[in-house]
């Protein structure tokens, strides 16, 4: 159901929200995940890196649904889930920001963020309309609670910057309750002042409880932003570990050898 309130951390417990078990993704004779097994806790940035072809955008699209898997399971808060669409996931609370952001550019603001969870209001029993008034308050209430300043919710997508339509996607994640973001590459095509908010955004759901995997080749971002890393490599966990006092270059290495660097 879409929300009516951010998500809050509840406890200081750590709580796995997400956990993936031996999971397998075949397309034909290509095997693009191989057993993967990983979680994600509660309110962290758990960061999938890989060389190209080692089975990320593969491993996003079965969390997100868009794919089912081969066999393996996926546990939502500690409960089995298979998901019938990306629309399933999204009412379950997990939400994909594809690179292309799946945004209608020549549509509102705020048409955007409801789309798929319109308000109405009815003027006589049986007879309903579009709740407009309420849908640009709260496409600019949930905007603001993002730190951006849109203040014409009216104007089309098409008006805005990269960063800022990364922005209004997170914003429709909020509207459902996502307690899981997935975010495929969403600096890949940002200036560097973009990107610095990008990462804010993603600072910012951290810290109200939310899980995002971010999925970057862009080793700065990484450690910038992510409290882990999980490596893949042709479809298997090749390494993971906590970021605290990796550099880029070694976590690059890192991408490159699928070893995890030894303690000095
Ligand atoms: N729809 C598909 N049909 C057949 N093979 C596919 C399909 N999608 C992905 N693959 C193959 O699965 C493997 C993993 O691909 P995937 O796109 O998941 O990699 P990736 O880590 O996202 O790479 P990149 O960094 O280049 O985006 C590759 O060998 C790829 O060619
Ligand atoms: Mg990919």
Redesign the pocket.
């Known amino acids: 159901m879409p929300a009516t309130s951010t998500n809050t951390c509840r406890n200081n417990a750590v709580t796995k929200v997400l956990e993936l078990e031996g999971l397998t993704k075949s ?2 004779a ?1 095997q ?1 995940l191989r057993g993967v097994s990983l979680h994600a806790n509660e309110g962290e940035v758990l960061a999938i890196c ?1 060389d ?7 491993l996003i699209k079965v969390i997100s649904g868009a794919h089912a898997q081969t066999s393996g399971t996926l546990r939502l808060n500690g409960r089995e889930v298979r998901w019938s669409s990306p629309h399933d996931a999204l009412v379950h609370g997990v939400a994909t920001i594809y690179q292309d952001l799946a945004l209608a550019p020549q549509l509102s603001v705020w048409q955007n963020v409801f789309v798929g969870a319109e308000i109405r209001k009815t003027l006589f029993p049986g007879f309903s309309i579009l709740d407009k008034k309420r849908m640009r308050a709260g496409a600019a209430e949930y905007l603001a609670r993002l730190n951006q300043n849109i203040d014409d919710v009216e104007r089309p997508v098409a008006d805005f910057s990269g960063g800022q339509r990364q922005a209004i996607a997170i914003a429709r994640a909020l509207l459902w309750n996502a307690s899981i973001v997935i975010m495929d590459e969403p600096t890949a095509a940002l200036g560097v002042k973009e990107t610095a908010k990008v990462l804010a955004l993603i600072r910012h759901l951290k810290d109200t409880g939310v899980t995002v995997l971010l999925i970057s ?1 862009n080793m700065d971002d990484v450690v910038q932003v992510a409290d882990r890393v999980v490596i ?1 490599k042709a479809g298997r966990v090749a390494a993971q570990g906590a970021l605290e006092g990796i550099s880029p270059a070694t976590l690059a290495q890192t991408v490159m050898t699928g070893e995890w660097p030894q303690v000095q």
């Open positions: 397309y034909g290509v693009a890989g190209n072809g080692a089975g990320k955008s593969t080749h893949l």
